[in-house]
């Protein structure tokens, strides 16, 4: 397993920007792909993004597209996920995510290492 930590969470007004870091320890970081999800209250956690081992490609749900942008620098051992025009729809705890499979049709049990969460509230 991969250890993941994530940060950057906070309470941002509606319109505003919000860049979230995952780091990774415990394996190499470049042999997993990286996604992020979100739960909101009441709601099923939801896929938002994710990446390939190497960065050269990513995949969003519709509802972040055009906004958010995930990325990875291997060297660091993080990954980002860097949200602009925030809607107080977006407000939910953020997962980082490790899997060892990329799948456009993303299933959430393709990922077997989770972070603890980072809480994102969007005031309107």
């Known amino acids: 397993q991969v250890q993941l930590v994530e940060s950057g969470g906070g309470l941002v007004q509606a319109g505003g920007s919000l860049r979230l870091s995952c780091a990774a320890s415990?394996?190499?970081?470049?042999?997993?792909?990286m996604g992020w999800f979100r739960q909101a209250p009441g709601k099923e956690r939801e896929f938002v993004a994710q990446i390939t081992r190497s960065g050269d490609s990513t995949f969003y749900t519709n509802s972040v597209k055009g906004r958010f942008t995930i990325s990875r620098d291997n060297a660091k051992n993080t990954v980002y996920l860097q949200m602009n025009s925030l809607r107080p729809e977006d407000t939910a705890v953020y997962y980082c995510a490790a899997s060892r499979t990329w799948l456009t049709d993303v299933i959430t049990t393709q990922y077997n290492n989770w972070g603890q969460g980072t809480q994102v509230t969007v005031s309107s």
């Open positions: 415990g394996r190499i970081f470049s042999s997993y792909v």
